[in-house]
């Protein structure tokens, strides 16, 4: 069975470290199909919504969600918590009529400069997906310490370490999309 990951990056940098996380959690995953969400969309606002409606941007990000067999998310941590581009996201999901990740399996992850590796941020972002229903994997925690030495030129991870942990994690996903897949 074919599957299809999105990756969500609280990071708006094209060769941030989230991004480059997700990509290689992607490429140890197999994915059939891997795309990343944009999330440079505006900040929430009632009276735009009000107005205008959801923005174009935040109703691909609903659809790119729903198509996916699985998410992959991945934060950096700002003061301890998660980036307020991925925060302005989720509040912008949450306003959408169509709930697109109750039940989606969905992986978290972060990458950080200091050396828990943004796993604080996990810790919030967990609190923010109780509204949305995911089916959170549970495998061990995934924090990239030192992110900006993580990896070599071509994106891939330096360290076995991080190879085995993101592994593991992937590998509890694809469960996870089976089992989701065979209950639906």
């Not at 094209?14 to 490429?27: F, G, I, M, P, Q």
């Not at 978290?108 to 943004?118: P, V, Y």
Request: glycine letters at 8%.
């Amino acid at each position: 069975m074919p599957h299809k990951l999105l990756g969500i990056s609280g990071a708006l940098r094209k060769d941030s470290t989230n991004s480059k996380l997700l990509r290689e959690a992607a490429r140890l995953y197999g994915a059939d199909s891997y795309a990343e969400a944009n999330l440079n969309i505006p900040l929430y606002d009632g009276d735009l919504e009000s107005s205008s409606g959801l923005p174009d941007e935040v109703n691909r990000l609903v659809q790119q969600i729903a198509e996916a067999d699985a998410v992959l998310i991945s934060t950096p941590e700002y003061n301890g918590a998660i980036t307020g581009v991925l925060k302005n996201a989720l509040d912008w999901i949450s306003r959408h009529s169509e709930k697109p990740m109750v039940g989606k399996p969905t992986a978290l992850m972060s990458a950080a400069a200091g050396r828990t590796g943004g796993v604080r941020a996990q810790t919030m972002l967990r609190t923010c997906l109780v509204a949305f229903r995911p089916r959170i994997t549970l495998a061990p925690e995934v924090g990239i310490a030192d992110s900006g030495n993580a990896f070599d030129d071509t994106g891939q991870f330096v360290s076995e370490r991080y190879v085995a942990s993101v592994s593991t994690l992937m590998d509890a996903l694809k469960t996870d999309v089976e089992q989701s897949s065979t209950n639906t």
